[in-house]
């Protein structure tokens, strides 16, 4: 077990007005690393004396997160997507509001329109009928999609439950869902440590105790900066399913 690299390591950037990356190196060949308002955690192991390389464990995430919060100002139910998808991708956005989940989904598009598929937020407004639930649809193939959709095609159905307690949801895109498991490597030259493409890392040794510590304050704080904490409470998925979407159960505003 190479143990000189277990400790904490933070970059190089001061003098910059910005949270800077953290890294923490456990002895079970454990990390977490830090960065602007996120952070990943995965194994480590030894290449040689003066290397070991990093590498993500992804877990199962649903390509979209929803997230709820009360507007008072708000008489209807108001879904924000944020930025969400591009290009094409759009066009195949689809979403259904019902009160139960037995009854045949009506799906109708999010986007309608060139002039709305170009822009970068988008709000639905819908009158609250006493829905449960709201199903968020998009495509199961996303390398093969165009903006003149060709019904039906395959697509993937997130259900989320509409809380009573929330009128206004944001459906963003969890960029880490697809993006590939973080793999860098952390390099001893004399006594400096260096990170990816040969950039400098400062390391601070560490208890194991003192060590966790720091983690789970990390923690805390990546959580205070991430820009997700303005939307409200996240809400889990109920259900996850394949989907046709076939032309006929389109119902257009």
Same mark, same amino acid.
């Given at each position: 077990?190479? =143990?000189?690299?277990?400790? $904490?390591?933070? +970059?190089?950037?001061? @003098?910059?007005?910005?949270?800077?990356?953290?890294?923490?190196?456990? /002895?079970?060949?454990?990390?977490?690393?830090?960065?602007?308002?996120?952070?990943?955690?995965? *194994?480590?192991?030894?290449?040689?004396?003066?290397? &070991?390389?990093? !590498?993500?464990?992804? !877990?199962?995430? /649903? /390509?979209?997160?929803?997230?709820?919060? %009360?507007?008072?100002?708000?008489?209807?139910?108001?879904?924000?997507?944020?930025? $969400?998808?591009?290009?094409?991708?759009?066009?195949?956005?689809?979403?259904?509001?019902?009160?139960?989940?037995?009854?045949?989904?009506? %799906?109708?598009?999010?986007?309608?329109?060139?002039?709305?598929?170009?822009?970068?937020?988008?709000?639905?407004?819908?009158?609250?009928?006493?829905?449960?639930? +709201?199903?968020?649809? &998009?495509?199961?193939?996303?390398?093969?999609?165009? $903006?003149?959709?060709?019904?039906?095609?395959? =697509?993937?159905?997130?259900?989320? /439950?509409?809380?009573?307690?929330?009128?206004?949801?944001?459906?963003?895109?969890?960029?880490?869902?697809? +993006?590939?498991?973080?793999?860098?490597?952390?390099? *001893?030259? @004399?006594?400096?440590?260096?990170? @990816?493409?040969?950039?400098?890392? *400062?390391?601070?040794?560490?208890?194991? =105790?003192?060590?966790?510590?720091?983690?789970?304050? =990390?923690?805390?704080?990546?959580?205070?900066?991430?820009?997700?904490?303005?939307? @409200?409470?996240?809400?889990?998925?109920?259900?996850?399913?394949?989907?046709?979407?076939?032309?006929?159960?389109?119902?257009?505003?």
């Amino acid at each position: 077990m190479n =143990a000189q690299f277990a400790g $904490y390591y933070k +970059m190089d950037d001061e @003098g910059l007005d910005i949270p800077t990356p953290s890294l923490f190196i456990l /002895p079970d060949h454990k990390f977490y690393f830090f960065e602007s308002g996120r952070w990943k955690t995965g *194994k480590w192991n030894e290449v040689d004396k003066e290397n &070991i390389q990093l !590498t993500e464990i992804k !877990t199962e995430n /649903p /390509p979209i997160e929803i997230y709820g919060k %009360f507007d008072e100002n708000k008489k209807e139910i108001t879904v924000n997507l944020l930025g $969400y998808l591009n290009g094409p991708l759009k066009a195949y956005a689809f979403i259904n509001f019902s009160k139960d989940m037995v009854s045949q989904k009506k %799906f109708q598009p999010i986007f309608n329109g060139d002039e709305k598929l170009r822009n970068n937020r988008y709000v639905i407004t819908k009158k609250n009928e006493d829905y449960n639930w +709201m199903t968020f649809s &998009i495509p199961a193939d996303k390398n093969n999609v165009k $903006y003149d959709i060709s019904y039906p095609f395959d =697509a993937i159905s997130y259900t989320f /439950p509409i809380d009573k307690k929330y009128n206004h949801y944001y459906i963003i895109e969890n960029i880490d869902s697809f +993006m590939e498991p973080l793999k860098i490597k952390l390099t *001893k030259g @004399g006594n400096e440590y260096y990170i @990816g493409m040969d950039r400098y890392i *400062k390391q601070k040794e560490l208890t194991t =105790a003192e060590t966790l510590k720091n983690i789970e304050e =990390a923690k805390i704080s990546a959580e205070n900066e991430s820009y997700k904490k303005n939307f @409200g409470t996240k809400i889990l998925y109920h259900s996850v399913e394949k989907t046709v979407i076939k032309e006929t159960s389109v119902v257009l505003n």
